[in-house]
């Protein structure tokens, strides 16, 4: 067995929770976007979210999207789609587990929605680091005036960050 050979480049921190929420978001099973987050506080990984339907329901992958079929644009109808964002899976994850995300810093490799965004506001994150952008205006309004702050950390597409 040849053994397993990584990069050798040490990253920063912010890189190397960056890069963790773009493989988080390669479980993704939305056909329009693949989207990862991570919550972290104190370096360490308190929970991880990607974009899919809810646990033991057919996939998008499977079933096809809604969203697609009635030509629904991106940002826009969120209640169309039967997937879960990234960013709420890892909230209700910490829910789940008894874990308190409160003053934690999240990875997302796209900038949050509007629900995500108010949800965000609501468990206490102190930081966002996105990777791109994402077309709700009203997302960007509730952000700014809140207390979060917000760090743009872009990646190329091959999911490393520049």
Known sequence: ?????CATNRPSWEAYFMDIACLVA??????RRSVGAVIVKDRRILTT??????????????????REQLNVASGE?????????????????AALHGVSIKEGILFCTNYP?????????????AQIYY???????????????SKIQLIHFPFDHEGKTV
């Not at 979210?49 to 809604?66: K, R, S, V």
């Not at 990777?131 to 005036?145: C, F, M, N, Q, T």
């Open 49 to 66: 979210g990607y974009n899919g339907a809810p646990a033991g329901l057919p996939h998008c992958t499977d079933i096809g999207c809604l």
């Open 77 to 93: 109808r969120h209640e169309l789609c039967r997937g879960i964002h990234a960013e709420q899976n890892a909230i209700i994850q």
């Open 1 to 5: 067995m040849t053994p397993l050979k």
């Open 113 to 125: 929605c509007s629900i995500c965004s108010k949800m965000l506001v609501n468990a206490g994150i």
């Open 131 to 145: 990777g791109e952008g994402y077309p709700d205006e009203l997302a960007v309004s509730i952000l700014k005036e």
């Open 26 to 31: 390669r479980r993704s099973t939305c056909t």
